[in-house]
Nanobody, 123 residues
Framework: QVQLVESGGGLVQAGGSLRLSCAAS????????MGWFRQAPGKEREFVAA????????VYADSAKGRFSISRDNAKNTVYLQMNSLKPEDTAVYYC????????????????WGQGTQVTVSS
């Protein structure tokens, strides 16, 4: 079992920045790839970014490239999502998730999920 708790969401103006954190506990954090997903009202949950267990590889959705950055600190069992140049269309609940495989963009490839944190970007 892996428990994941996201934090760092909030309300920000367009063009602003937020850093989301996801704290993990339970099974060895370093064995898992970590991903961030988001779900806007009335839409499917979509992949945002993922990072390999070692941190040596990262992957981003086209919507996140150049604006978002995923990182992890295995000593702290935490993964981060730095979001810059935020747009109103980034408004969503953001979820972190863990996967025993690399690289997976599909929701079904992730084993454990956090409860989500709300990000709202005002225009």
């Amino acid at each position: 079992q892996v428990q994941l708790v996201e934090s760092g969401g909030g309300l920000v103006q367009a063009g602003g920045s937020l850093r989301l954190s996801c704290a993990a506990s339970g099974r060895t954090f370093t064995r898992y790839a970590m991903g961030w997903f988001r779900q806007a009202p009335g839409k499917e949950r979509e992949f945002v970014a993922a990072i390999k267990w070692s941190g040596s590889s990262t992957v981003y959705a086209d919507s996140a490239k150049g604006r978002f950055s995923i990182s992890r600190d295995n000593a702290k069992n935490t993964v981060y999502l730095q979001m810059n140049s935020l747009k109103p269309e980034d408004t969503a609940v953001y979820y972190c998730a863990s996967s025993s495989r690399w690289y997976v963009a599909q929701r079904s490839g992730y084993d454990y999920w956090g409860q989500g944190t709300q990000v709202t970007v005002s225009s």
